[in-house]
């Protein structure tokens, strides 16, 4: 009982010094961004950096779920997927531009979501992740079956990925665009966070029984996490679009979840930014540390082992109790 009741609590004793805290990550964030997208010069690196932005809001989505709700949410490749191909389609067989595509796809991915999360939210556990797993292999296969959608071969040859006046296929102005983008939906996440709806979805992740007792509607709050999760995988997806040139069913495919699950447990659930820490080391160091698909599942499933078993929180925990003991050391304490 104390433990459900006592986190809306802290949130609010916390709430003069949060802000602060905010506005030096959002600065120091904003001031990284304009280092790299005004420093490098590889046209590799930005647009891997690019797309690494991308895939940390595919995580960000994942974590909504998973460190807000507490629900392994298997199937959410489906909203990432939903975003890829909405523009593709648009694009190739309408003739729309690229960015009415990615607000198609999010307003998309919004729908589906209340829709599949009338139908399965009052599950939990385990049977929540299958059954959210099962729509997504339904949705693939449906994709693989859709002439319009390119069948197995996919959808690709886009005339302008841009929007507005950015084009994508400058990787500097692909990067820029795409980072802002990453802190932008930081900062509203932040919000969120510390909002009366943030605190109710924290209480549920603590003891669902027990905030449904306090009065919290919790089938509601979790609708409306899933509703919110969703068209912040659209674009993700929409934004990786760019880099993959191509977009195919296998988008679709579990093993895309399960990379950015394996991203929020790397960077950890508790932190707002965990995801993007994560996101970074799960997309950036196999292309530095030349992995091949099989080296690279080997070594992030022993990651995760290692992180689960030290650090269940992330691998920030592990930085914190090193800088924790430093300054005891500095201070003379044992």
């Known amino acids: 009982m104390s433990t459900v009741s006592i986190a809306p609590l802290k949130l609010q004793r916390s709430g003069r010094t949060l802000p602060v805290a905010q506005l030096l990550l959002l600065f120091a964030g904003l001031g990284f961004i304009l ?63 690229y960015e009415l595509g990615i607000a198609m796809g999010m307003v998309v991915a919004a729908v589906a979501a209340l829709l599949i999360g009338w139908l399965t939210l009052r599950l939990t556990g385990a049977y929540f992740s299958i059954v959210s797993w099962g729509l997504s292999g339904v949705a693939m296969v449906t994709v693989h079956n859709l002439d319009f959608a390119g069948g197995a071969l ?43 709806f943030g605190r109710a979805l924290e209480s549920i992740r603590q003891g669902r029984h027990l905030a449904q007792s306090l009065g919290i509607n919790v089938f509601r709050e979790r609708l409306k996490a899933l509703v919110l999760s969703a068209p912040i995988a659209a674009l ?38 965990g995801p993007v820490i994560g996101s970074v080391i799960f997309t950036v160091a196999p292309q530095f540390l030349n992995f091949d698909a099989n080296v690279k599942v080997l070594v992030f499933s022993l990651l995760i082992i290692f992180v689960m078993m030290v650090a269940p929180g992330g691998l920030h925990q592990i930085f914190k109790a090193l800088l924790t003991r430093l300054s005891r050391s500095k201070a003379g304490q044992p």
Do not use: K, W
Not at 175 to 187: D, G, P, S
């Open 35 to 97: 280092v790299v997208g005004l420093t490098v010069e590889s046209p590799f690196l930005l647009n891997l950096a690019a797309y690494t932005c991308g895939f940390a809001l595919f995580a960000l989505s994942v974590n909504i779920i998973l460190g807000g709700v507490g629900e392994v949410p298997l199937g959410h490749c489906m909203f990432f997927g939903i975003g890829a191909y909405a523009p593709a389609i648009a694009m190739n067989n309408a003739g729309l531009p």
């Open 154 to 196: 996919g959808l690709f040859g886009f005339s302008r990925l841009a929007i507005g006046p950015f084009d994508f296929s400058t990787p500097r102005t692909y990067f820029l665009a795409t980072a802002l983008i990453l802190l932008l939906v930081l900062v509203i996440l932040a919000h969120v966070r510390s909002s009366r």
């Open 236 to 273: 993700a997806g929409s934004l990786c679009l760019p880099f993959s040139q191509i977009v195919t069913p296998e988008i679709m495919s579990v093993l895309r979840t399960v990379d950015a699950l394996l991203a929020v447990l790397i960077g950890g659930t508790g932190l707002l930014y």
